[in-house]
């Protein structure tokens, strides 16, 4: 009977050694480990994993936190030093996009070759070598040596040629920067197809936007080992919990060059200025957001409402209405009149950008849903301002001839 699970994990651990000097290591080569001074660090540690057929699940946590070991040794590509784990289907991992590739080999070899080292025959991988060379756009170049190619056209090649032979399980590594916006756009909307076509999918990034959008659960690896586990809103919310909780402990004692500013606070308030957590759809609402900014560099302040199931409903931005913000601190007051959300719960996500609002230096969730609820029987996210117009086809010459 075939596993109900794609990927299981038990125990699992990786250690790296490092020597005091390139003498020690020899020196432990020849007495078979006994003699050499050398440091262990473990990049995991005791991690226990289950992801369902089907399902997709979410990878985030700190620089050094494990992530890219841990998608290393599932995908095959480093063995564990400690406990086990197990993956069922063909498996896909998108880690260095255009790693592996031979320079002097063309495209359309390089296709064929990583194909057949996955595991598919020639006959298959050749089926599918147009297809592939198509979703890349790079038909016109397929026949020359890879090194001809640019840095992107040679990451386009790996993201198509991973998801071309349509694996049962795809492990991705922060690979939304694949070529230009309008390919990235190609490639999320390709992932998100994969996901609907009933694909396994484990995801890392360091976008919790991207995160909530493309998994059903998470994990947070910290220092080696599993924080939290489950649904992907909760572990997103308190792992960017446990970052503002970190780069407030943080900011008390720092100062320089490296600090960087950051989101305080989101509150929700009527117009008398009264905390919110709950509206009517239509209500007049506030949303303060407070920031700081102690070496005074251009930024621009973005806010989201995402719907429970992750769907992001309405943004706005200071970039877009040309508000400058000023000073080493303050508040922006975004007012909504008339809000024209309908009902449902709402999580509200701040955004701090640089001065050209592209760089995101932050993203914070509110600690409050909003609640928004709606008295009439409207339907959908929003309510349109809208007027109706009737006209009539017949005239009033035709009503008295009717007559």
């Known amino acids: 009977m075939k596993s109900q699970l794609a990927i299981e994990t038990r125990g699992l651990g990786k250690c790296y050694r ?11 080569g020849l007495t078979a480990g006994r003699h050499g001074r050398c440091t262990d660090h473990w990049a995991l540690s005791g991690v226990d994993l289950e992801l369902p057929r089907g399902s997709s699940l979410g990878l985030c946590g700190a620089n050094g936190a494990g992530k890219s070991t841990l998608l290393k040794v599932l995908a095959g590509t480093t063995s564990p030093s400690a406990g086990a784990y197990r ?8 880690l260095e996009l255009g790693a592996g590739f031979h ?3 063309s495209g359309r070899e390089n296709v064929l070759l990583n194909g057949i080292l996955l595991g598919h025959s020639r006959r298959e991988v050749t089926a599918r070598i147009g297809e592939i ?17 640019s840095s992107g056209m040679a990451m386009r090649l790996g993201f198509a040629a991973a998801l071309g032979l349509e694996p049962e399980v795809l492990i991705l590594d922060e690979v939304f920067a694949v070529g230009d916006q309008r390919f990235q756009k190609k490639c999320v909307d390709r992932l998100l197809a994969e996901r609907a076509a009933g694909r396994t999918i484990l995801f890392c990034s360091h976008s919790l936007y991207d995160l909530r959008a493309m998994c059903d659960e998470a994990l947070w690896l910290r220092d080696g080992r599993v924080a939290v ?28 060059p490296d600090e960087w500013p950051r989101i305080t606070g989101i509150a929700v308030r009527d117009t008398a200025g009264e905390a919110l957590t709950e509206v009517a759809s239509g209500d007049s609402i506030e949303v303060h957001i407070s920031w700081v900014n102690s070496e005074r560099r251009p930024i621009q302040i973005g806010l989201g409402f995402m719907r429970q199931d992750h769907v992001l409903c309405a943004a706005l931005g200071t970039q877009f209405d040309g508000v400058q913000l000023k000073g080493t601190s303050g508040t922006c007051v975004l007012r909504l009149p008339k809000l024209a959300l309908l009902a449902g719960t709402f999580r509200l996500v701040g955004y701090l950008f640089d001065g050209d609002g592209l760089h995101r230096y ?39 001839a009717a007559a």
Do not use: C, M
Request: no cysteine.
């Open 133 to 149: 060379l198509e979703f890349a756009e790079l038909e016109d170049v397929a026949d020359a040596p890879v090194r001809t190619y």
């Open 87 to 94: 993956t069922s289907g063909r498996v896909a991992g998108l």
């Open 18 to 28: 490092s020597w005091a000097s390139p003498t020690q290591r020899i020196l432990a």
């Open 362 to 400: 932050q993203e914070r969730i509110a600690d409050e849903d909003l609640v928004v609820n709606n008295a009439t029987k409207e339907v959908g996210l929003v309510r349109l301002d809208h007027d109706w117009e009737l006209t009539s086809g017949e005239t009033d010459d035709e009503h008295g």
């Open 229 to 256: 586990s489950g649904e992907v809103a909760t572990v997103t919310n308190r792992y960017a919990a446990w970052q503002e909780e970190r780069g407030n402990s943080a900011s008390s004692v720092a100062s320089g």
């Open 103 to 105: 320079p002097d080999f």
